[in-house]
C-alpha cells in the first residue's frame, strides 16, 4: 500500500531499504558507527552531519538508523517532475535556500509544517545545515533552517516531547575514491526544549544565533576538522605526513579502529594549529614546502602513507605476493562486473564534480547489481548443474567491490615500490617531517 504522508510507513520502500544498505555497506571497505549512546531516545530528533561526500553523506545516515528517517535536501533536486516523485518516494523534502530567491523561501513554510508533523509522530528528520557539499575537513556556516525547524517543532509540542539537534560527523577515508572507508559518530545532543526554556527573554533571531554557534562547535568535535582559511588543505597534506611519520597503521586496515585514527588525526591538527597561531612565518613557509611536496607527489601517483617506516622490501614481496595470489579471482570479477565497471568508468568522465563518484559506484552498484544478478543466476541454473551454478552464482556477488579493491591494493603496492625510487620526495618527507618537529 502507499502513503498519505512521508513519514508513514510503505510497503516497496520497506522492501527497498535492506537492499539499499546492503549496497551502501559494500560500497565502502570498512564502516563504523560510533557514539549512538549519544541520540535521546525521549524525544523529537533532528539529525544534523557535516555535507562533504554528496547523496552518499545521506545514505551514510540512513543505514545508521534502523527506523525511519525523512531527510532535507535542496528544492531545485525536485524541479524536474519525475525526479520529484522518486525524492519523494525515499523520503526527502524539498528545501529552499535563499540563494533560491525570495519568492521560492517562502515556499519552505509547507515544508516546515511538514517536518514538525513528521517530528511529533516520532519520526527523525536530517538535515544537513551547510546547505551544500563540499569535500573539506572543516565546515561551512550553518544555515538557519535546521534551527527554524526546531524551534518551530518545540513551540508546538515542546512542553509535551522535548526536542532536539543531534550533531553527527562524517569523515570518509578518501572522498573520490570508491570502496574507501566511512566513519560515523554520533555527538551530544542539543535539548533545543531546555535551551529555549533556559533564556525565554531571547527573540528568535538571538536563539537562532547561539543554537548555530553551539551546533558548529559540536559538529566540529565529531571529525578530523580544521578550521577553514588559508592553507586549508595543506594542513591536512601535513596532517597526513606526521600521521604517516609517527609510525601507525593507516587507519581501517587490518582490524585498526576508524574512529582512534579520527582522534590521532585530531590532535595533530591541534598541533598544527598551535604552531600555526604562535609561530605564523615559520608555519606558512613549512606549508609552501607542503605545497610543492603535494604537487610532485600526485604527479608522481604516490602515496602519502608509502612514507611509512613499514615500507620495506619484504613487506612488498608479501604484497606482491598477495596480488598473485588474488589475480585468479580478479579476473574472473573483471569479467563477471565487466559492463557495471564500463559504465561507472563512463560515467566518471562526464562528472565534473568528483564529489559524485562515490554517489555514482553506489548507484551503479546498487541498480546494476540487482539487473546483472538475476540474468546470472538465471544463466547459471540454465547452464549448469545446481551444484555447480549456486557457488559459480555466489562468487559473482562480490565481484563489483572485489574489481575495486583489487584494483586499490594493486595501486598501493606500486606507489610502495616507486617511493624507493623517489629520492629526493623521500628527502622532502623528511625534512618536512623533521622541520615541524623542531619548531
Known sequence: MGRDKIYEKDFGYDCLKPIVDWNLRHSYRRYEVTCSENVPNDGALIFAPNHTNTLMDALVMLRTNKGTTVFGARADLFNNPFIGKIMTFVRILPMVRQRDGLRNVLKNHETQ??????LENGVGFCIFPEGRHRPEKSL??????????????????????PVYIVPVGIEYGDFFRYRSTALVTYGKAINV??????????????????????LTVRISELFS?????ENLKEKWVLTKMLSTASGKKQYGDFGTSLQKGMHHNREIIAGIEEKCASRPEEMKDLLDEVAKFEKYRRKDGISIYSFRKGNTVLNNVGKGFAALVGLPYFIFSSIASLPLWMIYFILQKSIKDR?????????????????FSIIYLILAFCLAPWWIALPAFLLT?????????????????FSDIKVHKCKKLRKSFKNITKRYFNL
Not at 355 to 371: E, P, Q, S, W, Y
Not at 397 to 413: K, V
Open 397 to 413: 556477488i562480490p565481484a563489483f567491490s572485489y574489481f575495486f579493491d583489487y584494483i586499490e591494493g594493486c595501486r598501493r603496492w
Open 113 to 118: 509544517e511538514t517536518i514538525v508533523e513528521t
Open 225 to 229: 576538522y580544521i578550521p577553514d582559511g
Open 355 to 371: 564529489a559524485f563518484h562515490n554517489t555514482m559506484g553506489f548507484g551503479v552498484k546498487l541498480a546494476g547489481g540487482i539487473i
Open 140 to 161: 561551512l556556516p550553518l544555515g538557519k533552517g535546521v534551527f527554524r525547524a526546531a524551534l518551530a517543532a518545540n513551540e508546538k509540542f515542546g512542553e509535551k516531547m
Open 193 to 214: 526544549t531546555e535551551f529555549v526554556r533556559n533564556d525565554a527573554s531571547e527573540n528568535e533571531a538571538q536563539t537562532i544565533d547561539r543554537l548555530r554557534k553551539e
